[in-house]
């Protein structure tokens, strides 16, 4: 008893201090998984407007430079779009190599700008998103400076601010995949995680007296620790390319197709009221009222509609319902039919035998008085001859006179003459034998 009551509070205390320190990895875990997440997005947001605003503040030059307007415009979506790939590859920590993610027409930049890039990597081990962030720094300068960019200094160091966030945000993020959980309390829960292993049969031996029942007790309790740990180990780095990892190749199209709206011939397009718009406050003011007024209207038989379709939808349920107990019907009643035809078909056969065979007889009717004896008349043995006669030498020289095999014949029923059994004209004369 005192065994089994110390082993209790280990067992006890053992959990006790896994599942606080489970809950505190598994919450923060969880936490840098959303972090991720967020910033991810904010980097993106970020980086999309400084080109947005960049392409905007080039609309004024683009009449009297369009060429270096839509060159200016080109190289930067172009080095946004490596740069937010390059951002991505660098939280990447899969082991795959680099340029698995696209980008928007990477061979379009020159051949120097290319070279420096895998340079950085290759040989001098720079951050490729910090040099393209410069690059893109000295792109703008140098259009604000030819006049591509006409804008003033103060409204264009908005852009340098935005694309700063974005690189700190990006920082944020490379945070998440350099800073590791802590390694004692990784070992800590390890070793809790162990002990829990041994102890856990034992408890369970003690409490539950089934052995089936005490093998699934101890596999639940085991599996499920070992199970949160492992999920918490998995959302600690949520970049990668791992299933339970962040999409990095969605995040990098999504950002490919809002710059390539900036590249649109429609980019530039300056929107305006049409004809029809209104322009007066209180009618305007009333209409507004009058649209939610039709936005309830349009619920309300969207809702209407929505049962109707219900309705119809059970109608049709239940007439296919019928239709299908009709084909089952439909197949029975042929397959009796199919029998009945079998049936009949034997039947016509059978009256075809029995035509012909009545043919038969009515075709030998003439023959059936001479078929008759033949038929009822029993074969009698013929009567011996009288002794001493020719046809008497002549048996006596075979053997002895053979008997009839069936006596019956021969012999009278009670109150009935012998001759009665025998047939008229032939054998009327016929004598028994001795």
Same mark, same amino acid.
């Given at each position: 008893?005192?065994?089994?009551?110390?082993?209790?509070?280990?067992?006890?205390?053992? !959990?006790?201090?896994?599942?606080?320190?489970?809950?505190?990895?598994?919450?923060?875990?969880?936490?840098?998984?959303?972090?991720?997440?967020?910033?991810?997005?904010?980097?993106?947001?970020?980086?999309?407007?400084?080109?947005?605003?960049?392409?905007?503040?080039?609309?004024?030059?683009?009449?009297?430079?369009?060429?270096?307007?839509?060159?200016?415009?080109?190289?930067?979506?172009?080095?946004?779009?490596?740069?937010?790939? /390059?951002?991505?590859?660098?939280?990447?920590?899969?082991?795959?190599?680099?340029?698995?993610?696209?980008?928007?027409?990477?061979?379009? =930049?020159?051949?120097?700008?290319?070279?420096?890039?895998?340079?950085?990597?290759?040989?001098?081990?720079?951050?490729?998103?910090?040099?393209?962030?410069?690059?893109?720094?000295?792109?703008?300068?140098?259009?604000?400076?030819?006049?591509?960019?006409?804008?003033?200094?103060?409204?264009?160091?908005?852009?340098?601010?935005?694309?700063?966030?974005?690189?700190?945000?990006?920082?944020?993020?490379?945070?998440?995949?350099?800073?590791?959980?802590?390694?004692?309390?990784?070992?800590?829960?390890?070793?809790?995680? #162990?002990?829990?292993?041994?102890?856990?049969?034992?408890?369970?031996?003690?409490?539950?007296?089934?052995?089936?029942?005490?093998? %699934? =007790?101890?596999?639940?309790?085991?599996?499920?620790?070992?199970?949160?740990? #492992?999920?918490?180990?998995?959302?600690?780095?949520? #970049?990668? !390319?791992?299933?339970?990892?962040?999409?990095?190749?969605?995040?990098?199209?999504?950002?490919?197709?809002?710059?390539?709206?900036?590249?649109?011939?429609?980019?530039?397009?300056?929107?305006?009221?049409?004809?029809?718009? %209104?322009?007066? #406050?209180?009618? =305007?003011?009333?209409?507004?009222?009058?649209?939610?007024?039709?936005?309830? &209207?349009?619920?309300?038989?969207?809702?209407?509609?929505?049962?109707?379709?219900?309705?119809?939808?059970?109608?049709?349920?239940? =007439?296919?319902?019928?239709?299908?107990?009709?084909?089952? /019907?439909?197949?029975?009643?042929?397959?009796?039919?199919?029998?009945?035809?079998?049936?009949?078909?034997?039947?016509?056969?059978?009256?075809?035998?029995?035509? &012909?065979?009545?043919?038969?007889?009515?075709?030998?009717?003439?023959?059936?008085? !001479?078929?008759?004896?033949?038929?009822?008349?029993?074969?009698?043995?013929?009567?011996?001859?009288?002794?001493?006669?020719?046809?008497?030498?002549?048996?006596?020289?075979?053997?002895?006179?053979?008997?009839?095999?069936?006596?019956?014949?021969?012999?009278?029923?009670?109150?009935?003459?012998?001759?009665?059994?025998?047939?008229?004209?032939?054998?009327?004369?016929?004598?028994?034998?001795?």
């Amino acid at each position: 008893g005192f065994c089994t009551s110390s082993e209790s509070q280990i067992w006890t205390a053992v !959990s006790a201090v896994l599942m606080l320190l489970l809950g505190a990895r598994t919450w923060q875990a969880l936490s840098l998984f959303w972090d991720g997440a967020g910033l991810l997005h904010m980097m993106r947001g970020e980086w999309y407007d400084s080109v947005s605003c960049l392409v905007a503040f080039s609309r004024s030059a683009k009449a009297t430079r369009p060429a270096e307007v839509l060159e200016f415009r080109h190289t930067l979506v172009r080095l946004m779009s490596l740069c937010h790939g /390059a951002a991505l590859d660098e939280l990447n920590d899969s082991g795959e190599e680099n340029g698995t993610l696209d980008t928007i027409d990477l061979l379009g =930049l020159d051949s120097h700008t290319l070279l420096f890039l895998r340079q950085c990597k290759d040989k001098y081990r720079f951050n490729r998103v910090e040099c393209l962030i410069h690059f893109m720094q000295t792109l703008i300068t140098e259009a604000h400076d030819v006049g591509t960019l006409k804008i003033p200094p103060p409204i264009l160091s908005r852009v340098d601010q935005t694309l700063s966030r974005g690189l700190v945000n990006v920082l944020n993020a490379k945070k998440i995949c350099d800073t590791r959980f802590p390694f004692p309390y990784a070992q800590i829960i390890a070793i809790f995680l #162990f002990l829990q292993l041994v102890l856990t049969p034992l408890m369970v031996s003690v409490i539950v007296s089934t052995k089936v029942w005490a093998a %699934i =007790l101890t596999w639940v309790v085991v599996f499920s620790t070992f199970a949160v740990n #492992f999920v918490a180990v998995e959302l600690e780095n949520p #970049f990668g !390319s791992a299933d339970n990892d962040l999409p990095l190749r969605h995040f990098q199209q999504c950002m490919n197709d809002a710059l390539m709206i900036l590249l649109h011939d429609d980019a530039d397009h300056l929107p305006c009221l049409s004809r029809r718009a %209104i322009t007066g #406050f209180e009618e =305007l003011f009333q209409t507004r009222y009058d649209m939610e007024n039709d936005v309830c &209207q349009q619920h309300k038989m969207s809702s209407a509609l929505n049962d109707l379709s219900s309705v119809m939808i059970m109608d049709i349920q239940r =007439l296919s319902m019928s239709m299908e107990r009709l084909d089952t /019907a439909l197949q029975k009643w042929t397959q009796q039919m199919e029998s009945q035809e079998f049936v009949l078909g034997q039947t016509a056969g059978v009256m075809q035998q029995f035509t &012909q065979t009545m043919n038969r007889v009515t075709q030998t009717g003439s023959k059936e008085e !001479s078929f008759a004896p033949m038929v009822l008349r029993p074969s009698l043995p013929a009567a011996p001859p009288k002794p001493g006669s020719a046809a008497s030498n002549r048996q006596s020289d075979k053997g002895p006179w053979p008997l009839c095999s069936n006596p019956a014949l021969f012999l009278p029923t009670r109150g009935d003459s012998p001759k009665a059994h025998l047939p008229a004209g032939d054998y009327a004369d016929l004598s028994m034998p001795s």
